[in-house]
């Protein structure tokens, strides 16, 4: 594989949480004043860390959300969490091959690393995640589309930018993708490939990740 490094995207891709997310989110924006269908939220915010709420919310309406938005909305989608959360059908064994076949791999997510480390506990993905190779948007200034967080994460692991491969199932994360100079895998559970623009290919099952990255050998 010429692949140095696969980068997992957290939500949707990893965990199967963007029904969970969205549907609070929205709920919740929606009891502030602020009408968002689930549709809207998945749009607006899929693959988006939560400072994009804050400013399209502002930009919109030219109003704050309350101060203590963030740490309700947290509280609400872990609780979501600790009910319903699963793994994404498939990555189980898909982390077990990479492993088994010593492909190195990290996660690099726009969720707080609090929400990341609340989501593998849950679903037992903890078991392949230790904090070295997990990432957040936290840990740099700006989050999906910008490319900083996946040029972080590739730096952290000592693997430059053309070797790298990112999953991602968010039209920002694609984009955050292809703007640090990766080859990005669309996966298509949730969204369409045709609102994936710009991915090097696409996949609705984890099963059919591992024949693509190795059809992309030169």
Same mark, same amino acid.
């Given at each position: 594989m010429r692949y140095e490094l696969i980068i997992f995207d957290n939500d949707g891709v990893l965990v199967d949480s963007e029904h969970l997310s969205n549907t609070i989110l929205a709920g919740y924006l929606t009891e502030l004043g602020h009408p968002t269908s689930y549709e809207d939220s998945l749009r607006d915010y899929m693959g988006a860390a939560v400072h994009r709420v804050h400013d399209?919310? !502002?930009?919109? =309406?030219? @109003?704050?959300l309350p101060a203590d938005f963030d740490d309700t909305l947290h509280a609400r989608v872990f609780a979501a969490f600790e009910r319903e959360l699963e793994p994404v059908d498939g990555v189980v064994e898909l982390l077990g091959k990479l492993a088994a076949e010593g492909v190195p791999?990290?996660?690099?997510?726009?969720?707080?690393?609090?929400?990341?480390?609340?989501g593998h506990r849950k679903t037992g993905l903890? @078991?392949?995640?230790?904090?070295?190779?997990?990432?957040?948007?936290?840990?740099?200034?700006?989050? !999906?589309? *910008?490319?900083?967080?996946?040029?972080?994460? *590739?730096?952290?692991?000592?693997?430059?930018?053309?070797?790298?491969?990112v999953v991602e199932d968010s039209p920002l994360g694609v984009a955050a993708a292809r703007a640090a100079g990766m080859?990005?895998? *669309?996966? =298509? *559970?949730?969204?369409?490939?045709g609102k994936l623009t710009g991915a090097n290919g696409y996949f609705a099952r984890m099963a059919e990740l591992p024949g693509l990255l190795g059809r992309s050998v030169a």
């Open positions: 399209l919310v !502002k930009e919109r =309406t030219g @109003r704050l791999y990290c996660v690099a997510s726009s969720g707080s690393h609090e929400r990341i480390r609340v903890d @078991r392949w995640f230790d904090d070295s190779i997990i990432f957040s948007a936290q840990d740099v200034g700006r989050g !999906k589309p *910008a490319p900083d967080l996946f040029l972080h994460a *590739a730096e952290r692991m000592g693997v430059a930018p053309e070797r790298c491969a080859d990005v895998y *669309a996966f =298509t *559970a949730m969204t369409s490939a």
